[in-house]
Structures are given as C-alpha cells and as structure tokens.
C-alpha cells in the first residue's frame, strides 16, 4: 500500500511539472480551531473545545491548473458538554490536491488525503482511553476564486481506513466480527495495519470540508476551514466529528512568473 | 467598510458552518436520575456480554429498580440503586465510579476475596524464599509497584526454579523475558507464582504463556458483544503459537494461584490449560475472562463493562473463576513456610 501511495504520489508530481509555472508559493499556516465529536457507540454526549493549528505546504498555480501539497496539524482540548471529563485530540494529516481551471475562477479536481490521523485520548478511562481514525480519503474538489477571496469545497468520495474501536471494545468492528481477535496478532493495534481498513463511499461515509480565504497581501492570507466527518461502522451507532479552524497564512516564498 | 464587510462574512461563515456538525449529531442525554438509570441500564444490556451466564434478566431488574427512583431520591441513593446493577454481574471487570479524582468518593466493583481464605502472606514468603537474607540467588526487575518480576532458584532446592510476576500492568521488554528464562532453563521444574496477579496486559501475559510450549495450542475462543441485540456475538478462536525462543521452558511447571489471579492472569492459565506439565496449585482463581470496555455515563460517572467472555477448549466458561488442579490453603499461623510453594515443590521433586 505503501508503494501505491509513492507511485501515483510520483505520477502526480511529474504530471503537474509538465505545465507552465505562473505562480508558486511555499506557506506556513498557524491559527486556532475549534473540534467537536461524538461517538454513539459509547455515549450520546458531545465533546466540545479549542486548540491550536498548524500546517505548512507548497501552492503551485498556472493558467491550467493548480496543485500542491500540504501537511497540517490541529491539537485541541474538548470538553464533555455534560460533565467535566476531557479528551484531547490530535489531527495530523499530508494532502495532496490537483485542480484543472475550467474556467478563469473556477477550478475542478480532485484532493487527496494521503494520511489522515484523527487520535483522541480520552482523560481517566482505561482500554477505550484511545481512540483513532487512520486512513486515506479521496476528495472531489472545487476552487472558486472571486476577488480577493477563495472559496474551497472538498466532497469525500471514498474513503481507506480503519477505526480502533467496535461496538464494545477497543478493537475494530471487523477484527471482533470476523472473528480475528488474539493477543498475538500486533497488527490489531497498529493503526497502519492495511488488512483491517476498509474501503467506504458516501453515503455510508459522508465526509464535507469547506474553506475560504482572504489574501490580504503578497504575503499574508487568512482562512477558514471546515470538516465534517459522519460514518457508521456499527449500522446506527454513529461517529461524527467537525473541526474548524481559523489561520493565518505567510508565504515564505511567492514567485510569479 | 469594505472590511467590516469582509468581517461579517466571515462571521455569517463561521456561525453557519460551526453549527452545521452538531446538527448531524445526536442531541446530548438528559443527566437527571432516571435518564442516566436508563443509559446505564441500556449499556449493560447492549454491551455487557454475560447476562445469561451470569444469570442476569436486565428486564426484571430495571423494572425493579426504576420504581425506586423519585424526586427525592439523593444522590447517595440513586448510586446504590444503580449500583445493585454493577453488583448483580459479579464481575470484577465491571464498576461504577461516582468520580475517579476524588479517592472518598462512591464506587461499586466486585469483591473478589469475599468469602476466600488469604491466598499469600509476602513476609512468609520473603522471609523464608525469596528475601536477600534467605535467597541470595533471586534476581529482580524493579519497576511497577516494587518488582515487575523476582525470580531465581528456591533455598529449599536449588534444582526448582521459581519465578514471580506480581502483576501484568507493566512492561517487560523482550530481552527481558529472554533473560528471565535463560537463568531459569537449567532447573528441573518451575513454580510461577500467580498470586495476587490481579491482571493488565493480557498480550504481556500470552507472551510469557508462549515460552511454555513448543508447539501450537488451541485454546478455546473469546465471545465479543458486537452489537446491541441479544445475540449479536462473534467468536474468536484462539491459538496459541509458541515463543521462538530457544529457551522456552518445557519442564515441569506449577502455576500458584489464589483468588486474585485475575484478568490477564486468567490469560495466561486458559492459554497454557492444555499443557500437560503444567498444574495450579492453590486456591480458586478470580476469572475475569473477558476484555473491558469502559466510559463516562451522561453525568460524568465512571462504568466498565466486560464485553467479551472466554469459553475454554473444554467448554468451561472461565469468568467465575477456575479451581486448582492441587487445592491448597496456606496456614497463616506457621510463619516458617507458604503451603501452596511447598505443595508445588513436592510436586516438582
């Protein structure tokens, strides 16, 4: 999986190097956010609460495209919206997106969350302490540029991954009904272990994220995001989370040509 | 202007958008007595593996406890009255804590020595087997709550090994364990004390169940609750495949239990139970067969759950606890000697 993940990263990379460069850029976000969450597996109650973001990445944009590559980071703290327990969550994730211009504000294409780690640690509990959500998600996309303004919009398409925690244990849903569980099988554990991801499309696994950003100049732009995620690996038990956040962007470099 | 603009646009997006996830959530439980008796009642129903072994109707008992709840009903009360669930499991596994940072506060588990003799006295045991002033040959890794392991020869014969994990809530590295069974491969025969190894990790506890063995073992399977209704299991069958070591132990070897072997201790017996060579001595053991899901009820109370059950290779639900081979019952008046390890040594001799 490993090797696919290189390869078509490689093919994306050389295939974009093939166009005129007008403007490329390499960026530095830093903001806050705010996450919510909820898993009804094991309770109704919604966790709340803010952290910080963090994320660099590099832009490239011509009369025919645009692409580029992005690595970004959210730490928050969310509280309990009924009691005083905590858990703290952390997003890393590497992005790769291509969009053709099929217009001169308009842009179509796809993004590619090559890793998406969404890790909770939940504040005095024992096995179900960790929670994580590994896996890849290939997202349609369009860009939507007026004025000073970039309007971005990202559908999940499908989704590879694998969620830690089935209806009643910390073990994932299919490990425990496909009967695989052992002590000896590291692999149950590991977040990276491909033989227990599973393959999801909407609407099963809805997945939205939106974003808008205003360039305040050649260096400076600020934006916001917004996530949203909903699946159901037990029919009717839910997970939901949204994290938004709001950044600061400097362009360490910007050249046009 | 032209920024105030730009500032309510931004608003109107955040205020829009911020909302949006919570409306594609469920609304947040009620946190009033009846609605967490429900929540709870409703958890153990749906997760709680074992109602039927431990002959519990949910049913009945909610309906018999729900009417116990009113306006006046303290804090203190409802606790007891959600309590009379927790205890109805006879579970070790399962618990309700009214607030964990707060020591004084209320919890209900299970008491599993209730009605059990002693099943081990340390100053019998340091001062007669394994103290430096008694046995300058036992070797220690500190760490955990005083030792994560002790093991060595015994005074009483130099040819029985005797080795000690006191619990399997730490770590032991695997050169660890190599060196552990490297001292020990040279005895004729092994006591591995169990005693009050009340759990932690059980792959800690099959990792060390796979140094007794050179051949693979099926063990029996693991029940898991997969889904709310009644009979949403799954079975995981479970073989155990033997450590590649080259010091895997094979001799004879006499497993010390009492009634707080328990959790990943049960691990380990219902992982080596087909050995032949290898024997329990001592009191009954706790059970607690099954994993453990935990959580926080709508108003910040702590529960965990058995979720799962271990049903052996003999059919014999493991939960409740399981006999010794060679029943023993230490004598705590004779402080020169712990019964159970010298039953275990004839055993070996």
């Known amino acids: ?257 | 202007m032209k920024y105030l603009k730009i500032k309510m646009g931004l608003l109107l997006f955040l205020v829009v958008f911020s909302s949006c996830e919570k409306a594609l959530m469920e609304p947040n439980p009620k946190t009033d007595a009846l609605a967490v008796f429900d929540e709870y009642t409703t958890l153990v129903q749906e997760k709680y593996a074992m109602l039927e072994f431990k002959n519990v109707n949910i049913n009945t008992l909610r309906s018999n406890l729900r009417g116990k709840i009113n306006a006046t009903t303290t804090q203190k009360e409802f606790f007891e009255i959600l309590g009379e669930v927790t205890k109805s499991l006879r579970d070790g596994h399962s618990s309700l804590i009214e607030d964990q940072n707060n020591p004084n506060g209320m919890s209900i588990s299970f008491d599993l020595e209730e009605g059990y003799p002693v099943g081990i006295d340390a100053a019998i045991l340091v001062n007669n087997y394994i103290g430096n002033t008694v046995n300058s040959e036992i070797k220690t890794l500190s760490g955990g709550q005083g030792f994560r392991a002790v093991w060595g020869t015994l005074p009483q014969d130099r040819k029985i090994g005797y080795l000690w994990i006191p619990s399997w809530n730490v770590e032991i590295s695997d050169d660890e364990i190599e060196r552990i069974f490297l001292d020990l491969k040279d005895t004729k025969g092994l006591v591995f004390d169990m005693r009050t190894n009340t759990g932690g990790d059980p792959a800690l506890a099959t990792k060390f169940a796979s140094y007794f063995t050179n051949k693979p073992i099926y063990n029996g399977f693991e029940r898991f609750k997969t889904g709310p209704g009644p009979n949403d299991f799954s079975d995981s069958h479970i073989t155990l495949q033997p450590s590649g070591s080259a010091n895997k132990y094979l001799k004879p070897v006499m497993v010390l239990t009492d009634r707080n072997v328990y959790s990943a201790s049960t691990t380990f017996l219902y992982s080596v139970d087909p050995v032949e060579s290898i024997k329990t001595v001592g009191q009954r053991t706790g059970g607690g067969s099954g994993s453990v899901a935990d959580g926080y009820l709508a108003n910040g109370w702590y529960w965990s759950l058995s979720t799962s059950e271990f049903i052996d290779a003999q059919g014999r639900h493991l939960d409740d606890g399981v006999d010794p081979d060679i029943p023993v019952v230490l004598n705590l008046e004779d402080t020169t000697k712990d019964e159970v390890i010298e039953r275990a040594i004839v055993e070996l001799q």
């Open chain 1, 1 to 257: 999986m490993k090797k696919t993940y290189l390869i078509v990263l490689f093919f994306a990379v050389s295939l974009v190097q093939l166009h005129a460069q007008k403007t490329s850029s390499f960026y530095v976000d830093i903001g806050g956010g705010f996450s919510s969450f909820q898993d009804v597996k094991y309770s109704n109650v919604k966790y709340n609460g803010f952290g910080g973001v963090f994320g660099l990445g590099y832009l490239k944009e011509n009369e025919k495209a645009i692409w580029g590559i992005n690595l970004q980071g959210i730490v928050t703290t969310e509280k309990a919206a009924t009691h005083d327990n905590t858990v703290s969550t952390y997003n890393p994730m590497l992005q790769a997106k291509y969009l053709h211009r099929i217009k001169e504000n308009l842009f179509i294409g796809a993004t590619w969350d090559v890793l998406d780690l969404y890790a909770k640690n939940f504040d005095g509990l024992g096995n179900n302490s960790a929670y994580n959500v590994t896996g890849s998600t290939l997202w349609a996309s369009a860009i939507y540029d007026y004025k000073k303004f970039r309007f971005g919009l990202d559908l999940g398409l499908v989704s590879y991954f694998k969620e830690s925690t089935g209806f009643a244990f910390s073990a994932s849903q299919n490990v425990l009904e496909n009967g695989d569980f052992d002590y000896q099988n590291d692999k149950i554990d590991s977040p990276f272990a491909f033989k227990y991801y599973e393959l999801r499309t909407i609407p099963r696994h809805f997945q939205v994220r939106t974003s808008i950003r205003y360039q305040l100049s050649n260096r400076f732009s600020v934006g916001y995001k917004w996530h949203l995620r909903k699946f159901s690996e037990v029919k009717k038990y839910p997970v939901t989370y949204g994290i938004h956040s709001l950044s600061i962007r400097y362009n360490i470099f910007k050249r046009t040509k």
